[in-house]
């Protein structure tokens, strides 16, 4: 049985206030709209756009803003948001079903 992985983030570009492109290592790719999270705790760092723009994508996927990386974001919401599909869509049971 092939090991599932989820799919990891190659390339982002912050795009126009709150807008994240971000392209995945199996071909998917698109904008994130991230404002609704733009005035929420740490992520009100985003309403500075020079901060916004240091976007980047972690060695293990994941994408993060500033120089020490402040503020990072897991890469599989993104994906899902983009494919419209569920975690259990894109690897229906990833565990043994322990009620059988």
Known sequence: MDEWRPPQAVEVEARRPFE???RFDDGVSGVVDLAEW???GVFAAWSDAS???TAHVRPYGASAWGKDDALE???MAMYLDLTGESFEDLHAKPW???LS
Do not use: E, V
């Open 73 to 75: 974001l897991d890469p």
């Open 96 to 98: 043994p079903d322990l």
């Open 20 to 22: 994240l492109w971000i």
């Open 38 to 40: 733009s005035t929420r």
């Open 51 to 53: 901060f916004f723009k």
